[in-house]
């Protein structure tokens, strides 16, 4: 299990009496007494304040004697104490940052997978149910068709493809009919399935 990011209680006072003594407000040789008004200041128990202080103490920031209160002994030490906390809580919030990000990300990893299975499986659903595709042909000189009427090649009939499309010399005609005439030159847009796109290929050769 993870310890908490959360700096303990008795550390988060400590770094105040800290903070106090760093910034000049308690000068050294400052003497300390009154630990249970201490304990109403910071809004805790005693044995916190205990703690804290002997978190100093062990840091050479006060000294404390028993039953005779505490005294500040390095301004010096408590400044670095101060800026190494700070550095950790900044530490700590680059971490949760991170996690955060992580997790975040990982959220968007999976929402991308699933949007790409589903692109995916609609795309062969739509494969699987409308297997017609639009393909382009050009009409050669020598083509039998130039010169004919779509009725005249019995284009379907030979091809089983549609034209949607006859582009000649620029300009489209959508949906031609049946005495729409072909022209060397013409590009064909004919929709049907593969094998009706081979039938035309030989077909307008």
């Known amino acids: 299990m993870r310890k908490s990011d ?9 770094f105040d009496l800290a903070s106090k003594i760093a910034s000049g407000v308690w000068s050294e040789n400052t003497r300390f007494s009154g630990r249970s008004l201490m ?14 202080l002997k978190l100093l103490s062990d840091q050479g920031i006060v000294g404390v004697q028993q039953n005779s209160g505490a005294v500040v002994l390095s301004k010096e030490k408590a400044a670095a104490y101060v800026a190494k906390f700070q550095s950790a809580q900044d530490l700590r919030a680059l971490k949760n940052e991170l996690r955060t990000l992580m997790a975040e990300r990982s959220r968007l990893d999976a929402r991308i997978e699933e949007i790409v ?16 595709h639009n393909y382009e042909f050009e009409i050669a000189p020598g083509s039998r068709l130039v010169g004919k ?16 499309a006859i582009i000649s010399d ?26 009706n796109a081979n039938r035309v290929r030989h077909f307008i050769a």
């Open 117 to 132: 299975t589903r692109i995916t499986d609609l795309k062969d659903r739509f494969t699987s149910s409308d297997p017609l």
């Open 149 to 164: 009427t779509v009725r005249q090649a019995k284009f379907w009939q030979n091809t089983e493809a549609t034209i949607v």
């Open 6 to 14: 959360t700096p303990s209680v008795y550390s988060q006072v400590a």
């Open 170 to 195: 620029g300009k489209i005609n959508l949906s031609p009919g049946p005495d729409a005439v072909f022209q060397a030159g013409d590009t064909l847009v004919v929709a049907g399935t593969p094998d």
């Open 39 to 52: 304990s109403t200041q910071y809004g805790v128990s005693q044995e916190t304040i205990r703690r804290a």
